[in-house]
T-cell receptor, first 115, second 114 residues
Framework: NAGVMQNPRHLVRRRGQEARLRCSPM?????VYWYRQLPEEGLKFMVY????????ESGMPKERFSAEFPKEGPSILRIQQVVRGDSAAYFC?????????????FGPGTRLTVL | DQQVKQNSPSLSVQEGRISILNCDYT??????FLWYKKYPAEGPTFLIS?????DKNEDGRFTVFLNKSAKHLSLHIVPSQPGDSAVYFC?????????????FGKGTHLIIQP
């Protein structure tokens, strides 16, 4: 059973470009979470999605960031018009259900560098 | 506003000794706490958790203690092994719904010396 997969593992963008980060959850998991880790910081929750629905986006920046989890295919975190402050590691996690007793399994992360 | 604090960025412990990692929280709504371990270039992996109805939970070499009145928890690893060298994150959430994401501390880098 493959774990959570994220790609690309490393992404370099120039200021103003778009970044697309992909996350394939573990088999059988329909719940996906995105977290961001800035340098020297802990992981910060961004958004929680179930298939085709955004459930909780309380940690998502109001502008330039969006997320989706379509019926088919991976979850996508999209950052438009990237700025240097977007440079961070972005982690995706998946779980089989909602709530504290459903463990979140993390992917290896995508390291975004904005030049 | 850091709701989960890990005040020691790093900790060095000799192999075979006990490692104690500390974590404090400020949000009294938190009632479920987790520890994650992270190696470089990998995602965090779940280690152990504790509900606020307990004050201790043990799993092999790992024990988590919770002091609700002090809003403090600690992770004990005994005996410490070289493979335990990693960054350890404390995380918290509340079971009552409405909080789907975990709130993490900044992490403590544990180094096990041979």
């Amino acid at each position: 059973n493959a774990g959570v997969m994220q790609n690309p593992r490393h992404l370099v963008r120039r200021r103003g470009q778009e970044a697309r980060l992909r996350c394939s959850p573990m088999k059988g998991h329909s719940h996906v979470y995105w977290y961001r880790q800035l340098p020297e910081e802990g992981l910060k929750f961004m958004v929680y999605l179930q298939k085709e629905n955004i459930i909780d986006e309380s940690g998502m920046p109001k502008e330039r960031f969006s997320a989706e989890f379509p019926k088919e295919g991976p979850s996508i975190l999209r950052i438009q018009q990237v700025v240097r402050g977007d440079s961070a590691a972005y982690f995706c996690a998946s779980s089989p259900g909602r709530g504290i007793y459903n463990e979140q399994f993390f992917g290896p992360g995508t390291r975004l560098t904005v030049l | 506003d850091q709701q989960v604090k890990q005040n020691s960025p790093s900790l060095s412990v000799q192999e075979g000794r006990i490692s104690i990692l500390n974590c404090d929280y400020t949000n009294s709504m938190f009632d479920y706490f987790l520890w994650y371990k992270k190696y470089p270039a990998e995602g965090p992996t779940f280690l152990i958790s504790i509900s606020s109805i307990k004050d201790k939970n043990e799993d092999g070499r790992f024990t988590v203690f919770l002091n609700k009145s002090a809003k403090h928890l600690s992770l004990h690893i005994v005996p410490s092994q070289p493979g335990d060298s990693a960054v350890y994150f404390c995380a918290a959430t509340f079971s009552g719904g409405g909080a789907d994401g975990l709130t993490f501390g900044k992490g403590t880098h544990l180094i096990i010396q041979p």
